[in-house]
């Protein structure tokens, strides 16, 4: 699978959008960019995925580059809720549905 | 559906004790994994079972980690004997047959001390 960069912290003012980056310069073809957050405590939790078309559902939206070395996640109004680490992970379906979690990035909303 | 089971919440223990952690997977599910999460190391894969069946057990860090499935609504992760370094909060989580989506739902997790 291959391997993604993102910024270790950002933060944004709540009521903001939050646009967090993921550098996946090395990605295949066949595989996709996935999104989970982990809310303090929590197990992580599924967001949004896509292969290279821009995708939205009612947790966020994911915009992929057209050479798709890299891709951004936008909560288009961030709550205090939204505060989390969350996770950029590319792999390839039906490959054994392993993920590999990197660090992250912690985000934290602000008031 | 109640979400991926996990039990105990909480375990402390002693060194040298055996520790055993369960959990139910979603019902329907034929993928259930197990990962340990730490401040060091972050949140890692330890095993995964496809049907029941081990998969991949790359990630268990040694022998004194054993992981069973005896049926699709149950598996444990069992530490013998456990060690101050095997704390660590343990995530079960589990997922249909591989499809694009491919979403895993996870369990609350197991926070397991070792003194």
């Known amino acids: 699978d291959a391997k993604t960069t993102q910024p270790p912290s950002m933060d944004c003012a709540e009521g903001r959008a939050a646009n967090l980056p993921c550098n996946h310069s090395?990605?295949?073809?066949?595989?996709?960019v996935y999104w989970y957050r982990q809310i303090h405590s929590q197990g992580p939790q599924y967001i949004i995925h896509?292969?290279?078309n821009n995708e939205t559902n009612e947790m966020a939206s994911l915009i992929i580059t057209e050479d798709r070395k890299s891709s951004t996640l936008i909560l288009p109004h961030a709550t205090l809720r939204d505060t989390a680490v969350y996770y950029c992970?590319?792999?390839?379906?039906?490959?054994?549905?392993?993920?590999?979690f990197g660090t992250g990035t912690s985000l934290t909303v602000i008031p | 559906d109640a979400g991926v089971i996990q039990s105990p919440r909480h375990e402390v223990t002693e060194m040298g004790q055996e520790v055993t952690l369960r959990c139910k997977p979603i019902?329907?599910?034929?993928?259930l994994f197990w990962y340990r999460q730490t401040m060091m190391r972050g949140l890692e894969l330890l095993i995964y079972?496809?049907?029941?069946?081990?998969?991949?057990d790359s990630g268990m860090p040694e022998d004194r980690f054993s992981a069973k499935m005896p049926n699709a609504s149950f598996s444990t992760l069992k530490i013998q004997p456990s060690e101050p370094r095997d704390s660590a909060v343990y995530f079960c989580?589990?997922?249909?047959?591989?499809?694009?989506?491919?979403?895993?739902?996870f369990g609350p997790g197991t926070r397991l001390t070792v003194l």
């Open positions: 090395t990605i295949s073809g066949n595989e996709y």
């Open positions: 079972f496809n049907n029941n069946v081990p998969i991949d």
């Open positions: 896509g292969l290279k």
């Open positions: 019902s329907g599910h034929d993928y």
């Open positions: 992970i590319v792999r390839a379906p039906n490959t054994g549905n392993q993920f590999y």
């Open positions: 989580a589990s997922s249909q047959a591989p499809s694009t989506v491919d979403e895993q739902f």
